[in-house]
């Protein structure tokens, strides 16, 4: 029977069902009696919807729409239906496939419907597996593409491993398999028997994973060649080498280590890679190692402590130096073991007036830190097991794994951090203002202390503040104003702070001048940490080697320099002079003509402009943990 002669049947049906006596009787007790279960009549006039619209029938609406019934026969008694005229030929068009047994749509029934596409007979059987295969997309008929198929299906189900770190290796498998299915499964690297030029010139690249830092060690290696007649071998070469890419893609985008899980003060956040980005660049790049290693951190930092690893790597393993036995150090001991600790440590600055000998602060927490590396109990302590530990660990090893760390740390920085610049390196206590890869700018700077450190992440300065008032955080209100304030009633009147009861705490503000903790001058970039840039009245501190002082904030040497430069230099007006000009007792705030970035940053290991390798004090232990979690990922 043709599509539209069981169209009309259906409608017949229809009809003879809404307006026979029965049909009128119920309609007209429904409101009393309980609803009953009715099987609706199919709607074969739209696609789109399977139910019957009551308002136009005046049948009874159940309460769910049913399951269309593929083989229900709807034809009417013979006689019953006048002879239809001929019915004209449907246009042809591309037929979707009807899914029978999806939920209907309650839409209403279109009074001229437009023409469907063919359907099993009405009361036809169809074997179960000619509907399945009817209803179901076609496989594909390239054996290449099939096998494709079923190894990603394969790939995507097997036990997902750790190969991108703390990274979703299970979505980017789902991506890589929804990447081929875009592309009717055809090989991306592969041709007949062989790989194609672009998957050997992006196993080159992923040969020199090492060189950045990175492991693949946990994928397998795909085979070079095969047998032409073994589809299922070319198939599984080509996703291995996919998973490859996306693995390399990913641990170079930052994917291994999410920083906010190391400590709550690094809010730096990875921009990592797209699986389906990186396939699509790579496999058409003209150079596909270039491409591929174009995923690595771009920045001139990167660049220079990837070459300093290469150095290191050549020079060989280096002599180990033990320590002489000795008692256990702890806090406050003196020892002449203790210069050894901080050369091997790298606690190259000395506070003003310290001994190089005693066992400090500073040389307990790099002792703990090295002890959490290692695996030690962390005591702090300079134990017979750390200090067999501490001296027998190869120095260039123990080098090669800072870069290591430093190198994963610069893949937590923008792509893109701005032509001209602010970046502040924490351990090196340094400011540098920058214009590309150009240092227009050097100044020394005091960072947050190791129990409130300087946070780590990204922003734009704004606008500047001059003659700021200081109104003091509550924490430092509590922590040290406040038994300050008990011991001496007259503590907040003598600094000139003014103090307001708010509820049940004090709110302190101190005034602009030439004692404010804040200095003159206040760079603003607003952030969850409410940390900033600013002056101190406290240029004394500037001279020491050591200068992790502050409650967050960093502290500029040269403010009036800074806000000269970035408020357009001597082409827009500014001068020392104009901006000294602004100080006084009275708040002024100054946008900036174009916000500029910002970047806090934590590099215990750096390269300096003239190529020279430099190893800072591990202030707040971050490159300790970055180590210890890029070894527990390689042991893994």
Not at 21 to 42: F, H, S, Y
Request: glycine share 6%; with cysteine; hydrophobic share 45%.
């Amino acid at each position: 029977m043709s599509i539209r002669g069981v169209r009309l049947r259906a409608s017949w049906a229809l009809l003879l069902l809404t307006t026979s006596p029965l049909a009128v009787a119920r309609a007209d007790d429904a409101q009393t009696r309980p609803p009953v279960a009715v099987v609706a009549p199919l709607d074969l006039s739209s696609p789109a919807s399977e139910g019957v619209d009551a308002a136009s029938t005046g049948a009874i609406t159940p309460q769910a729409p049913p399951r269309a019934i593929s083989r229900l026969d709807l034809s009417p008694p013979p006689g019953l239906l006048p002879e239809l005229p001929p019915e004209p030929q449907p246009p042809a068009f591309a037929a979707p496939v009807i899914h029978v047994d999806a939920p209907a749509t309650p839409e209403a029934v279109a009074p001229a419907a437009p023409a469907v596409p063919a359907v099993p007979a009405v009361g036809a059987t169809t074997p179960d597996d000619a509907t399945q295969a009817e209803l179901s997309p076609a496989a594909p008929a390239d054996p290449v593409a099939d096998e494709i198929h079923a190894a990603l299906d394969h790939f995507v189900a097997a036990p997902a491993g750790r190969p991108v770190g703390a990274g979703d290796w299970s979505a980017a498998r789902k991506a890589i398999a929804a990447f081929y299915a875009e592309r009717n499964y055809a090989p991306l690297w592969t041709d007949g028997e062989h790989l194609s030029g672009g998957a050997k010139s992006a196993l080159a690249r992923l040969a020199k994973a090492g060189e950045d830092g990175l492991d693949l060690a946990a994928l397998p290696r795909p085979a070079a060649d095969w047998s032409e007649s073994a589809a299922s071998a070319q198939a599984e070469a080509d996703v291995e080498i996919s998973a490859a890419v996306v693995a390399y893609a990913l641990q170079a985008t930052g994917a291994r280590i999410n920083p906010g899980a190391l400590s709550k003060d690094v809010s730096a956040k990875p921009e990592v890679a797209d699986p389906a980005v990186v396939l699509k660049s790579v496999a058409a790049a003209d150079d596909p190692d270039a491409a591929l290693a174009a995923f690595n951190p771009p920045q001139a930092g990167y660049r220079a402590l990837r070459a300093a690893l290469e150095r290191l790597r050549d020079e060989g393993p280096a002599p180990v130096a033990r320590f002489s036995p000795g008692p256990v150090l702890m806090l406050g001991m003196s020892d002449p073991r203790v210069p050894l600790i901080r050369a091997r440590l790298g606690l190259s600055s000395l506070k003003d007036g310290v001994s190089p000998r005693v066992y400090d602060v500073r040389v307990a927490s790099a002792v703990a830190a090295f002890q959490r590396v290692h695996g030690l109990p962390v005591n702090g302590a300079l134990t017979q097991a750390t200090a067999n530990a501490l001296g027998g660990e190869n120095l260039r090893e123990r080098r090669e794994s800072l870069i290591l760390a430093n190198m994963e740390m610069w893949r937590w920085e923008p792509r893109e951090m701005g032509e001209l610049r602010v970046e502040v390196n924490v351990p090196d206590f340094s400011l540098r203002l920058m214009s590309g890869d150009t240092v227009l700018q050097r100044t020394r700077v005091i960072v947050g202390k190791p129990d409130t450190p300087t946070p780590i992440f990204s922003n734009a300065i704004k606008y500047m503040l001059f003659n700021p008032a200081w109104h003091v955080p509550e924490s430092i209100v509590k922590k040290e104003m406040e038994p300050k304030y008990a011991a001496d009633p007259s503590y907040f009147a003598r600094h000139g702070y003014k103090v307001t009861n708010v509820g049940h705490r004090l709110e302190v503000v101190q005034p602009p001048g030439e004692e404010n903790a804040l200095g003159r001058m206040l760079f603003l970039f607003p952030n969850e940490h409410a940390v900033y840039l600013h002056d101190t009245p406290l240029r004394s501190l500037f001279s020491a080697s050591y200068r992790a002082f502050s409650h967050g904030c960093v502290r500029v040497e040269d403010p009036a320099r800074l806000a000269e430069t970035l408020m357009g230099g001597a082409r827009r007006g500014w001068t020392d002079a104009k901006v000294r000009s602004l100080l006084g007792d009275k708040e002024r705030t100054l946008s900036l003509p174009t916000p500029v970035p910002v970047h806090l940053q934590y590099f215990t290991e750096f390269v300096d402009e003239n190529g020279a390798l430099h190893d800072r004090e591990d202030l707040y232990g971050l490159t300790g943990k970055v180590a210890l979690a890029l070894r527990k990922l390689r042991r893994d």
